[in-house]
């Protein structure tokens, strides 16, 4: 009997700290009600601005992109190539790696070394039986060989290359050849012997063969 009173006891005064406590900190145990939600703005005001465009900076005239450091890094790099290419015996590719070297050197009017990295670039060519490259290196022999002041032996390299391109049935290349040897019987070169540079490092020698 003892017992059930105090239980009695315990549950009322738990029943009324409670109430206390929900009067004390203005706590509502009721159902509290949900508002519906804010709907947000759907329209971006950054999306209506209007796109900047970025200006383009005008260069002089008469303002070269491609300095002289920039070749010699051009140089350096097919020179790579090329000596990478011949030391593990691919001629195809070397070739084209002289050929490349003949044309930079063209631009820079260095004609004795382009005519050299030309006969390298010709001698594979030719053993190898690639005609399209045989024939445009005959055509740049021929402008190197014109600068030079040898105008006769630039009209046998085209006199060849016309040749072979009627061999090869390359009838494409005739009309090029044929104007090229127009310019080439009327040019006067500009730079005389004393300044002709000469390639200082050779790779292979003009007559020697390939595997």
């Avoid at 549950?11 to 929900?22: C, D, K, N, P, R």
């Avoid at 260069?59 to 097919?78: H, R, T, V």
């Avoid at 050299?116 to 445009?136: E, K």
Wanted: proline share 4%; glycine share 2%.
């Amino acid at each position: 009997m003892k017992f059930l009173l105090v239980v009695v006891l315990s549950v009322g005064i738990s029943l009324s700290a409670s109430a206390q406590l929900s009067d004390l900190f203005n706590i509502s145990f009721k159902k509290h009600v949900r508002y519906p939600q804010i709907a947000l703005k759907q329209n971006h005001p950054f999306k209506n601005f209007p796109a900047m465009a970025l200006a383009k900076p005008k260069l002089p005239k008469n303002i070269s992109l491609e300095g002289e450091y920039d070749i010699e890094l051009q140089e350096s790099a097919i020179m790579k190539v090329a000596q990478h290419n011949m030391r593990f015996r691919i001629y195809d590719i070397a070739s084209y790696n002289f050929s490349d070297l003949a044309k930079l050197y063209i631009k820079e009017k260095r004609f004795s070394e382009a005519m050299w990295f030309l006969l390298q670039s010709n001698n594979i060519s030719r053993q190898q039986n690639n005609d399209r490259l045989t024939l445009s290196n005959l055509m740049d022999l021929a402008i190197v060989k014109a600068n030079m002041g040898d105008p006769v032996k630039a009209q046998e390299d085209l006199a060849e290359a016309q040749q072979l391109a009627q061999l090869k049935g390359l009838l494409a290349n005739i009309s090029d050849i044929q104007k090229e040897l127009k310019f080439v019987q009327q040019f006067k070169p500009v730079l005389t012997k004393a300044e002709w540079r000469y390639a200082a490092d050779a790779l292979i020698t003009p007559n020697k063969k390939v595997d």
